[in-house]
């Protein structure tokens, strides 16, 4: 029960996040993704390094525990979490149906492959943490089953 004058608390940073992801999912007709607490536990150690050295890149691959992996970096404090997964989702202007990686009308992958995995069919969990640097926030994204695979359709 809420006192007067006071209201309910809104979703959380990640169930933001969540939906986000889950809104483009469903606008391409596959399955929703759930959260997965290992993932964002594996993008946060990720990210808390990223946030530390100032880097911006993506972490090595691992054969035994393959995850799929978005970055997104901004203004601290500026940008919520449907404009982060949109700038993802923003990438769906370049996408064309085919095989990964013949999927970008510009000839690049690297124009939709954040999108790709953001909606690839057979990823069924997600888990993504923030941390803070010097100069921005970053957010990572870790996704399993990881998308992107050469020969594969994304929906």
Not at 121 to 140: I, N, S
């Amino acid at each position: 029960m809420l006192l007067a004058g006071t209201t309910a608390p809104g979703p959380s940073f990640q169930e933001r996040l969540l939906a986000s992801h889950n809104h483009e999912r469903a606008a391409v007709g596959v399955a929703p993704l759930v959260w997965s607490p290992h993932l964002q536990a594996s993008a946060q150690r990720w990210a808390n390094y990223l946030a530390a050295t100032g880097k911006f890149q993506h972490a090595p691959e691992s054969d035994v525990d393959p995850q799929g992996e978005n970055l997104w970096a901004g203004t601290r404090n500026y940008f919520n979490p449907d404009d982060m997964v949109g700038a993802w989702a923003r990438e769906k202007r370049y996408f064309r149906q085919g095989t990964f990686p013949a999927n970008s009308t510009t000839g690049k992958v690297e124009d939709v492959g954040h999108y790709t995995q953001l909606v690839w069919r057979q990823t069924a969990e997600v888990g993504c943490a923030r941390a803070a640097g010097a100069a921005e926030e970053v957010l990572v994204c870790r996704y399993a089953n990881p998308g992107n695979y050469e020969g594969g359709k994304p929906f």
